[in-house]
């Protein structure tokens, strides 16, 4: 099978290159090889059959694992199979999935981005410090220069 990865129109860079099912299932690490938003990863088995996960963000920094589960067959044209993505929070697939299937995660996930968007958070990650906003994903040198900022004004006499 053949795994490849693209972000919209433009190709990712993904290792390894090819996977070897054994019984219908792979496991294994994935590097994606560059920073992007949406990108999807794809499979082909050379015959006609494909599968897409569903689209992610890469951002600086280590994943401890990406996971697909297993993937039911058969699987149709244009319809994307979910991919679940686990961090080094170690959260149970069993209780992550149990809260993604209740309706008020939907609500509470609906509530929070329609506030964020009335608060002007127009991408992932947003972050309000003293209320100001500074969007997208910033090296730790742009955070240290904007923290240093806010302690120096709080310490200056009469603030």
């Known amino acids: 099978m053949l795994l490849s990865g693209a972000s919209g129109a433009a190709s990712v860079a993904v290792a390894p290159a090819s996977l070897t099912l054994i019984d219908g299932v792979w496991t294994g690490e994935v590097s994606v090889r560059a920073v992007a938003g949406s990108v999807a990863l794809r499979v082909d088995d050379g015959g006609g059959g494909t599968g897409l996960s569903n689209a992610f963000d890469v951002t600086h920094g280590a994943l401890d694992h990406f996971e ?3 993937i039911d067959s058969p699987q149709y044209a244009n319809l994307p199979f979910l991919a679940t993505l686990a961090d080094s929070a170690k959260i149970s ?23 964020s968007e009335r608060a002007g958070a127009s991408s ?5 410090i003293e209320g100001g906003l500074m969007s997208g994903a910033q090296p730790v040198e742009v955070f240290r220069r904007v923290l240093d900022s806010v302690v120096a004004t709080k310490r200056r006499p009469g603030t």
């Open 68 to 70: 697909w589960q297993t």
């Open 93 to 115: 697939r069993k209780l992550l999935l149990t809260c993604l299937a209740s309706p008020d995660t939907r609500t509470e996930i609906q509530s929070e981005a329609e506030g």
């Open 124 to 128: 992932t990650p947003s972050f309000y």
